[in-house]
């Protein structure tokens, strides 16, 4: 079993910043790809961000330069830096980790998710 623990969300005004955090705990091997989604009101869920292994990184264009995901492999952690937030930004993010178990065998979970909510 793989566990996320996400943080960092909250109330912010419209220009504001952010950072999201998801630590990965439990049967874990190796991480493959960490990432971010967001799920806003009415609207499917949406890839925002996502980094591999080798630190290559990849952003939705509505958050290209304001946005900035990285990683600590030291503590299976990914975090999501939000810079000039605005009011389409407001929505449920939630941390996705692709994983290979202690038996190799490869799996993907999904964090609780934490809410962001930004005003104008």
């Known amino acids: 079993q793989v566990q996320l623990v996400e943080s960092g969300g909250g109330l912010v005004q419209a220009g504001g910043s952010l950072r999201l955090s998801c630590a990965a705990s439990?049967?874990?091997?190796?991480?493959?790809?960490m990432g971010w989604y967001r799920r806003a009101p009415g609207k499917q869920r949406e890839l925002v961000a996502g980094?591999?292994?080798?630190?290559?990184?990849n952003y939705a264009d509505s958050v290209k330069g304001r946005f900035t995901i990285g990683r600590d492999n030291a503590k299976n952690t990914v975090y999501l830096q939000m810079n000039s937030l605005k009011p389409e930004d407001t929505a449920v993010y939630y941390c996705?980790?692709?994983?290979?178990?202690?038996?190799?065998?490869?799996?993907?979970?999904w964090g609780q998710g934490t809410q962001v909510t930004v005003s104008s």
């Open positions: 439990g049967s874990i091997f190796s991480i493959n790809i």
């Open positions: 996705n980790v692709e994983y290979s178990s202690p038996t190799r065998t490869w799996g993907s979970t």
């Open positions: 980094i591999n292994g080798g630190g290559d990184t």
